[in-house]
Each structure stands twice: as structure tokens, then as C-alpha cells.
Nanobody, 126 residues
Framework: QLQLVESGGGLVQPGGSLRLSCAAS????????IGWFRQAPGKEREGVAC????????SYPDSVKGRFTISRDNAKNMVYLQMNSLKPEDTAVYYC???????????????????WGKGTLVTVSS
């Protein structure tokens, strides 16, 4: 069974950091571009980071650029999202998703992703 499982969410104070992990089972991530997306209550799902199959290219929206860093370890079948300088507006459920493409990654068109995890909640509050 193909699965993506996110972990690492939780409650953090503004200005703090969290590292999210995305573990794949049932398939290898080598052939998949990965995206991290988030959805806050009442808002549309939005992409916050994506990375190509080899990790050579990453992309971020302006809202998180310079604060979030996506990385991957294909040997461990893992993808990570390091989030620094967190703000209350970063509060959301965070999802990782996979798309079987090379040389590019998806940051906006979340609806084309092939596989999704169930998400992990990040709450930024004092």
C-alpha cells in the first residue's frame, strides 16, 4: 500500500521552529517530486515548498521564502520541511504530497499531486 505519513507538527510559539518529516512506504520517492502544502480553516490549500526528485531544485512562495527549507533523503525515503521564524499565520494542517515527475516540482497546482499524506497540525500561538 502506497502511503505518505507526516510527523513533527505541534504547538510552537511565534518565532519558534519546527521540523516536519514525510515518510514514504510502499514505494520509493526517487521518482517523485515532493510538495509540502498547508490548509488553514476556511482557506484554500496552498503550497509552501516543493523539491525535485534529486533535490536540485526547490521552490517557495514569498510568504515562506527565507523561513522554510525543504530537503530530502532518498536513501531514507524521507522528505523534510524545516520551518523557522514561525508566525501565527503559519498555523494550518501541513501535508506532503508526491507527483511522478522529473526536473520540476509542483507548488501551486496541488490538485495534480498523485499521493497525499493525512497531514500534521502546526499551531503557532503564544
Amino acid at each position: 500500500q502506497l502511503q505518505l505519513v507526516e510527523s513533527g507538527g505541534g504547538l510552537v510559539q511565534p518565532g519558534g521552529s519546527l521540523r516536519l518529516s514525510c515518510a514514504a512506504s510502499g514505494f520509493t520517492l526517487d521518482n517523485y517530486a515532493i510538495g509540502w502544502f498547508r490548509q488553514a480553516p476556511g482557506k484554500e490549500r496552498e503550497g509552501v515548498a516543493c523539491i525535485t526528485t534529486t533535490g536540485g531544485v526547490t521552490s517557495y512562495p514569498d510568504s515562506v521564502k527565507g523561513r522554510f527549507t525543504i530537503s530530502r533523503d532518498n536513501a531514507k525515503n524521507m522528505v523534510y520541511l524545516q520551518m523557522n521564524s514561525l508566525k501565527p499565520e503559519d498555523t494550518a494542517v501541513y501535508y506532503c504530497a508526491a507527483r511522478g515527475i522529473r526536473n520540476s516540482c509542483i507548488i501551486k497546482a496541488y490538485y495534480v499531486m498523485d499521493y497525499w499524506g493525512k497531514g500534521t497540525l502546526v499551531t503557532v500561538s503564544s
